[in-house]
């Protein structure tokens, strides 16, 4: 970066400009426990972890209600990958 006069006055890094239009896991995570507050009536039955944009859940559902959840979670901005522990029942 430079001032007004063209004098450097910072270095903005490759990693600065990309946390910038990446969203962190917090956010991430929010959206997926509203996504899965929309789609199930008891939220405990699915547990959400997210770390660097991977997406876990786990829990136990209706295998119709599982594909239903996925493909939306899988949707949602920056998230890199689903990994789907939840067991069918």
């Not at 001032?3 to 956010?27: C, F, K, P, Y």
């Not at 991977?54 to 599982?66: A, F, H, Q």
């Amino acid at each position: 970066m430079t001032d007004l006069h063209g004098r450097l006055v910072g270095v903005v890094s490759r990693q600065d400009l990309l946390r910038a239009l990446i969203r962190d896991d917090t956010e991430i995570q929010a959206e997926v426990e509203s996504l899965v507050g929309q789609h199930l009536v008891d939220t405990r039955a699915v547990d959400v972890a997210v770390k660097n944009g991977v997406v876990t859940l786990t829990g136990r559902l209706e295998k119709d209600l599982i594909l239903e959840l996925l493909a939306p979670v899988r949707d949602i901005d920056d998230v890199v990958e689903v990994v789907d522990a939840i067991v069918a029942v």
